[in-house]
């Protein structure tokens, strides 16, 4: 069962534009979204997190936003960089539990 | 660096085999989680300990056990292996094993089963 979804597998932007990545949540026991980046040979890196009181959480270039009615939270990235370019990983949890979705390759263009 | 370490980093073992990943914690941080990532797919949770005791369980084999020691590393037991079990697995840690908290991921361990 796959609660965490992240319906596009890749994304590929301009440098400089903005990235939206995007995720979306079944269990209404999630209160608490984290995202991840992972380049290759690595493990996940925690890069920013929301909890289920706020609909914005910004840091930096990085901005989450959820959506609790839609069960839905995305990654913004402004201005994107190619350094940017990783695996980016969405994480709910909630209720002893934490779910991760597939994952969205990023690709930031020179 | 996230401060989390994982061995091996690669392990080739043949199917009906067993074999233990080990993981060693943040320093200071009290909880582990195991987790499958196998080809494109997402990261699968498979347990959580903290402070040695098994605290959440998910999507975990029978032929799967893991286990934290006193000093709180960690070791995932894989036995009567499958080709499917071949993956990455990593670990990761927290401070503490209540509420979401970030987690810090280790490497990784790149298990091949022919």
């Known amino acids: 069962d796959q609660q965490v979804k992240q319906n596009s597998p890749s994304l590929s932007v301009q440098e400089g534009r903005i990235s939206i990545l995007n995720c979306d949540y079944t269990n209404s026991m999630f209160d608490y979204f984290l995202w991840y980046k992972k380049y290759p040979a690595e493990g996940p890196t925690f890069l920013i997190s929301i909890s289920s009181i706020k609909d914005k959480n910004e840091d930096g270039r990085f901005t989450v936003f959820l959506n609790k009615s839609a069960k839905h939270l995305s990654l913004h990235i402004v201005p994107s960089q190619p350094g940017d370019s990783a695996v980016y990983f969405c994480a709910a949890s909630g209720d002893n539990d934490m779910r991760f979705g597939a994952g969205t390759r990023l690709t930031v263009k020179p | 660096d996230s401060g989390v370490t994982q061995t091996p980093k690669h392990l080739i073992t043949a199917t009906g085999q067993r074999v233990t990943l080990r993981c060693s914690p943040r320093?200071?941080?009290?909880?582990v989680y195991w987790y499958q990532q196998s080809l494109d797919q997402g990261l699968q949770f498979l347990i959580q300990y903290y402070n040695g005791e098994e605290r959440a369980k998910g999507n975990i084999l029978e032929r799967f056990s893991a286990q934290q020691f006193p000093d709180l590393h960690s070791e995932l037991n894989l036995s009567s292996l499958e080709l499917g079990d071949s993956a990455l697995y990593f670990c990761?840690?927290?401070?503490?094993?209540?509420?979401?908290?970030?987690?810090?991921f280790g490497p990784g361990t790149r298990l091949t089963v022919t």
């Open positions: 320093s200071g941080d009290l909880s």
């Open positions: 990761a840690s927290s401070q503490t094993g209540n509420g979401p908290l970030e987690q810090y």
